[in-house]
């Protein structure tokens, strides 16, 4: 009884508040609000694949956050020499959609990625606090960025985070009829609606009203759980490497071809292995014996130029200088 009166009181406390809010606040369902910290009001993501080496990628947010527990306070965007910068924006508004200040880039901090790890690296990231001093209040942030790396192309995180709901996002992939691009949905499948052209195939994705996922103790992470796609291009050029993501035996080729010939110790090394292996009586001796010749021998550094930790170091460098990317 007891439970029945306090779930009673949630939903006429929660009717009144939402009776007392301004703004936009007022339309919202009562769905969307629950367990929620921010509420997606609407998000457009727009691919488009010119080739086998070129994209651009339009992204727009406006986000209602309701309190400071909102993931969305600070924002960032990656760039390097494959992925750069056309445009970017972001604007804070009141609750009733009143701009209160407008950013560009030159507001924008901008830090190397290049984190613990990486001794060298030429990625950065454009950097934003938008942190308000009330809540709740509406952010936009836009972009627009040029890509000329399609090994990795942007994600749609439909749902990114615990304690947020959708009320609209729009996903619109378009590529060429001789390059038909893939998706991958994860915890979710979803439907597009698809037009071609005699050049183009166009494909575009709806969700709308998802409630906010309440997050458990010791719950995975969000990435895990909740909705997302994937999306890859058909056939690509990468730093002089032709890929053909058609299916996984074509992948493997592709990859094949970045490892291929880069095994290649001296004879001196290989006879220094050989007795190591040889002295050694059992098979976890020998193991033993390998991994303390590499750990005397060598070390890992992360550099992460031109194709970086997709193609390792060729053993003969990793031979003469001691140490290896990824």
């Known amino acids: 009884m ?4 306090f779930t009673l009181l949630l939903c006429l406390t929660a009717t009144w508040l ?11 369902p009562d769905s969307l609000l629950e367990n929620a910290d921010a509420i997606i009001l609407s998000e457009e993501n727009t691919l488009k694949i010119n080739g086998t080496n070129s994209a651009t990628y339009t992204y727009s947010l406006r986000v209602l956050n309701l309190n400071a527990n909102s993931p969305f306070t600070d924002f960032s965007l990656y760039y390097d020499k494959d992925i750069f910068l056309i445009d970017l924006s972001l604007s804070v508004l009141d609750i009733n959609g009143n701009l209160v200040k407008k950013y560009y880039p030159k507001d924008f901090d901008t830090y190397s990625a290049s984190g613990g790890s990486t001794i060298y690296t030429d990625a950065r990231f454009y950097v934003f606090d938008a942190t308000p001093p009330t809540y709740p209040h509406i952010i936009e942030f836009k972009y627009k960025i040029g890509i000329k790396r399609l090994l990795q192309l942007p994600s749609w995180d439909i749902q990114p985070d615990y304690r947020v709901a959708v009320l609209q996002s729009f996903f619109q992939l378009k590529y060429p009829q001789s390059n038909p691009a893939k998706t991958y949905f994860k915890n ?4 597009a609606q698809e037009k071609s ?14 409630p906010a996922v309440e997050r458990e103790a010791y719950a995975p992470p969000a990435r895990n759980i909740l909705p997302r796609m994937f999306v890859v291009s058909g056939n690509f050029n990468y730093k002089g490497y032709n890929f053909n993501m058609r299916d996984s035996e074509s992948f493997s080729r592709s990859m094949f071809k970045l490892y291929e010939g880069r095994d290649k110790l001296s004879e001196e090394t290989k006879a220094t292995i050989h007795r190591l292996i040889e002295a050694a009586p059992t098979r976890e001796e020998k193991i033993a014996a390998l991994y303390r010749y590499l750990q005397d021998n ?16 060729p053993a003969s460098y990793v031979e003469k200088n001691k140490y290896g990317d990824c």
Not at 2 to 5: E, L
């Open 298 to 313: 060598t070390r890992y550094v992360s550099v992460q130029l031109g194709i970086g930790g997709y193609q390792p170091f």
């Open 188 to 191: 979710i499948e979803l439907t």
């Open 18 to 28: 939402q009776a007392q809010l301004p703004g936009i606040l007022a339309s919202i």
């Open 197 to 210: 052209t005699d050049n183009t195939v166009t494909r575009f994705w709806a969700v709308r009203n998802l």
């Open 2 to 5: 007891k439970k029945k009166i």
